[in-house]
C-alpha cells in the first residue's frame, strides 16, 4: 500500500497494460508497459493510461441532429472494474499480478484471485453481498473514496455499460484468477448508439460466455406474448451485433453467447 518500490520484494505487485492492434495472435502492439510504485498511484496511473487510449466517438442522439462526441467505454466502469482487481486479487500468488488488456471492441481485465465462496459470476451482475478478500486495502481505497463498502460496484459497472449501449459485461471465475470484460459501445453506421430493448438485455445479463439455447426456449423466457417472427428479430438484431453466433439451420438452430 505504502511502500515506494514493493516490487522489490513482492514482484507480483507489478500492473501490466497492454493494448492490442486487433486481436492477441497480431504481432503489432499499440502499448506494452509495466506499473510499479504504491497502491493507490499505481491505480491513477492504469486509469489514467486506459483513459487516454479509449477511443472518442460520436452519437446523434435519438430525434436530433445534434451530434454528441463521448468515450466508447464508460471511465467509472473501468474505474470500478480496476479498483475491483486491486481489491480482491490473491497477493501471496508469486506469479500472480493484474493484467490490462485492451483490444478494438473490449477490456479485459485479469487479477489473481477468485471469487469468494458462494458467489458467482452471476451474482456480480446483480445485488450481492460485499465480501472483502482484503479488508485493510479495501479500507484504504474506501478512504480516498476510490470504491465503497455496499458491494453494488459491480452492479455499477452493469448499469454503465447499459446507459452506454454496450453489450453487458462478463466475469470468469477461472483458477487462474478473475476476468472482468467490459464491452465498447456499439454504434450503428449512422453513428447511432445501439440500444436494446428489455428482453434483449435480460437475456444477455442471464448469459455466460458458451452458454447456447433455441429460438424457442428465448420465447417462452424471454418474449412471451410476442409472435416467433418478433422473437426471431430480437436475436437476428444481436447477432449482427456479434453479440451472438448462430449456430445450425431450421429447426436446429441455436445461439450461443461467445
Not at 10 to 32: M, S
Not at 40 to 46: L, N, T
Not at 225 to 247: F, N
Amino acid at each position: 500500500l505504502f511502500s515506494k518500490r514493493p516490487t522489490l520484494r513482492l514482484p507480483q505487485c507489478r500492473v501490466q497494460l497492454a493494448q492490442f492492434a486487433g486481436e492477441k495472435a497480431d504481432n503489432l502492439y499499440k502499448d506494452n508497459r509495466s506499473f510499479e510504485g504504491p497502491l493507490a498511484r499505481i491505480y491513477s496511473e492504469v486509469l489514467n493510461a486506459i483513459r487516454s487510449a479509449i477511443p472518442i466517438q460520436s452519437v446523434f442522439m435519438a430525434g436530433e441532429d445534434r451530434r454528441v462526441d463521448q468515450p466508447a467505454y464508460d471511465i467509472r466502469a473501468l474505474g470500478e472494474g480496476l479498483v475491483n482487481a486491486f481489491v480482491h486479487r490473491d497477493y501471496s500468488a508469486h506469479s500472480g499480478g493484474i493484467r490490462i488488456q485492451m483490444f478494438e471492441n473490449r477490456i479485459e481485465i485479469w487479477n489473481s484471485g477468485r471469487l469468494p465462496d458462494g458467489l458467482s459470476p452471476t451474482d456480480l451482475r446483480r445485488d450481492h453481498a460485499s465480501i472483502l478478500v482484503n479488508p485493510d486495502i479495501a479500507n484504504v481505497f474506501a478512504a480516498q473514496d476510490l470504491m465503497e463498502r455496499l458491494g453494488r460496484g459491480t452492479e455499477k459497472i452493469v448499469s454503465a455499460s447499459n446507459a452506454l449501449g454496450a453489450r453487458p459485461p462478463v466475469w470468469r471465475d477461472e483458477p487462474s484468477g478473475v476476468t472482468l470484460t467490459i464491452f465498447r459501445a456499439m454504434q450503428t453506421e449512422t453513428g447511432v448508439t445501439v440500444e436494446l430493448n428489455a428482453r434483449q438485455n435480460r437475456l444477455l445479463l442471464d448469459l455466460q460466455p458458451g452458454d447456447s439455447f433455441t429460438p424457442k426456449e428465448y420465447q417462452e423466457s424471454y418474449a412471451a406474448g410476442l409472435t416467433p417472427r418478433q422473437a426471431r428479430r430480437d436475436l437476428e438484431e444481436l447477432e449482427a451485433l456479434k453479440w451472438l453466433v448462430r449456430e445450425g439451420a431450421t429447426r436446429s438452430t441455436k445461439y450461443r453467447l461467445p
